[in-house]
């Protein structure tokens, strides 16, 4: 028996004769009669007893109704949900942790206000580990701070960003307005772990000006670092967009570098198409990508220096 025996059934026992439920279902009157008759050889009870022209619902009749109804509502319901998951558009978005931080949030409100049919997933971790899940076709877009290896994955700059240097109110930087590259010499720092694209830039500075710190955090999570500059006397480099809250009501204080070597941008990625340049379309037109596009580009500027003072990091002369 199929769930159309079941309803035109349910339309039989509900008006009480045949021509009416042929009519309700938009079907001939042999179509309705043939069915009750399948449904009453299928299990060999009789429905309905037929007297002067109308029917009447037998016990057995009531017993299947009640059943019939459960799962003719249970079968629409299914159908129902199945139609409304068709409708929606699946998006599975990363994010390296500063940007899952400071923007996802906000990116991910916009893109849904924008268009209500997206079903968006998002994957928080380093550079490095979202690299791989694009490659791995385990997400279908992403936007980090770090630098991408892979020549498979297109990476298009869509939102400026700059590392500052971040201080706690006991710590003796906190009374400078103007500091030296030098003076970072052998300081304790809680930095990002590895694959992180703010330690990576950080690194290589330290690299290129033959300066050495210690490690005395290390941790994937910025209010893990946050909270060692705070309380424990540790310095750390960090996105400047991460840090605006702890400005205005904690006791920290930001040194940006003056010749503009912790800036950087945040970055849109995705398999590109074979043999593409760093520019090329998605291997697939990927749902939602112009979305996105559309609502980082009203956070693309950093414009942060008129609300949160800071100090001067130099290079020795």
Request: hydrophobic letters at 40%.
């Amino acid at each position: 028996m199929t769930i159309r025996h079941l309803k035109i059934f349910i339309a039989v026992a509900e008006t009480g004769f045949m021509n009416a439920a042929a009519d309700r279902l938009y079907l001939t009157q042999p179509t309705v009669s043939q069915a009750i008759r399948d449904l009453e050889n299928h299990y060999h009870v009789q429905l309905f007893e037929r007297l002067h022209k109308k029917l009447y619902i037998t016990e057995e009749g009531r017993q299947l109704l009640n059943l019939a109804l459960m799962t003719v509502g249970n079968f629409d319901h299914l159908e129902l949900s199945m139609q409304r998951f068709q409708q929606r558009i699946p998006l599975r978005i990363g994010a390296s942790m500063t940007v899952g931080t400071c923007l996802l949030p906000g990116v991910i409100s916009g893109m849904e206000a924008a268009d209500p049919k997206l079903d968006i997933c998002s994957y928080v971790s380093n550079t490095a580990e979202i690299e791989q899940k694009l490659l791995r076709h385990e997400l279908d877009l992403a936007v980090v701070e770090g630098t991408i290896e892979s020549g498979e994955l297109a990476s298009i700059p869509v939102v400026e960003d700059s590392l500052v240097l971040v201080c706690g109110k006991h710590h003796d930087f906190y009374e400078k307005d103007i500091l030296y590259a030098s003076e970072l010499e052998n300081r304790k720092f809680a930095i990002r772990e590895k694959g992180s694209g703010t330690r990576r830039l950080f690194e290589q500075y330290l690299s290129a000006h033959h300066i050495h710190i210690r490690t005395a955090w290390e941790a994937n999570c910025p209010c893990t670092i946050l909270n060692a500059v705070i309380y424990n006397n540790a310095l750390a480099v960090m996105s400047q967009r991460l840090i605006r809250h702890e400005c205005l009501h904690q006791p920290v204080k930001i040194f940006r570098f003056e010749t503009g070597e912790w800036d950087r941008c945040f970055r849109l990625v995705y398999l590109k198409k074979d043999g593409g340049g760093a520019s090329s379309s998605p291997q697939k037109a990927v749902p939602g990508m112009e979305n996105l596009r559309t609502v980082l580009e009203r956070c693309r500027t950093l414009n942060l220096s008129g609300e949160i003072p800071a100090c001067i990091l130099k290079n020795d002369v």
